[in-house]
Nanobody, 128 residues
């Protein structure tokens, strides 16, 4: 069972990027909640966005609300993070994660411990 994150890169402030997280060995429809976290150098891993299994419930960190959009396509075993209006403070390694224990509507930001499966990071660097 593996999650593979991709799509990071070096962009300028105001640009857009779309991150992808592909599941192998297990379909995304078998996961409940999935999400994105990020970790800047020397800092803790922070929550970014999360989405329910059906995709009808999402939750965002205040810092990205209105700029980032999380989605998932269970037919393609893929979750996405569309990032618009990027800022230098968005620079970080971005990690995708999946849960097999959290289902249903999302009403509060999850903790990293809510997720049992993690992908490797994909680096996003935003220059000013």
């Amino acid at each position: 069972v593996q999650l593979q994150a991709s799509g990071g890169g070096l962009v300028q402030a105001g640009d857009s990027l779309r991150l992808s997280c592909v599941a192998s060995g297990r379909t995304t429809s078998s996961y409940g909640m999935m999400g994105w976290f990020r970790q800047a150098p020397g800092k803790e891993r922070d929550f970014v966005a999360t989405i329910s299994r059906s995709g009808d419930s999402t939750y965002y960190a205040d810092s990205v609300k209105g700029r980032f959009t999380i989605s998932r396509d269970n037919a393609k075993n893929t979750m996405y993070l569309q990032m618009n209006s990027l800022k230098p403070e968005d620079t970080a390694d971005y990690y995708c994660a999946a849960s097999t224990t959290r289902f249903g509507r999302i009403v509060k930001p999850p903790a990293p411990s809510d997720f049992g499966f993690w992908g490797q990071g994909t680096l996003v660097t935003v220059s000013s």
